[in-house]
């Protein structure tokens, strides 16, 4: 499965800059401790934590950050993938990824926009 980019790019004194974008990631794998797996994400890499646990064998790990300088979904999984192959070189990763700002939405109500 593919991933897509989202990048905002802006105009600055003939230049690109690319923006931060705000994520939800949940980090599965087996090979690592629940502290150790808490350590990187939290302590290392600065992503909040929202639950961090393990069940049947798998450690757990969902947070909330940015992904900045224009990194991807996939570059950023090969980076927690790096890190913890120097925990444990037999790590075995999985990420998973929400944009979360332009989430689709439905309204209701007979509020109207003046």
Known sequence: M???KHTISLLNVGRN????RYYKVVVEC????ESDLK?????ELGWSLDICGSYEGRV?????GYLGGGETEEEAHER??????KINSDVKVRTRWTYL???PYDE????EDE
Do not use: N, P
């Open 17 to 20: 800059i690319k923006m931060s």
């Open 39 to 43: 350590w990187l994400m939290s302590g």
């Open 101 to 103: 700002e332009e989430l």
């Open 60 to 64: 757990y790990f969902e947070g909330e």
């Open 108 to 111: 209701y109500g007979d509020l």
């Open 30 to 33: 087996k090979g690592v401790s």
């Open 80 to 85: 927690i993938t790096k890190e913890l192959k």
């Open 2 to 4: 593919g991933y897509k």
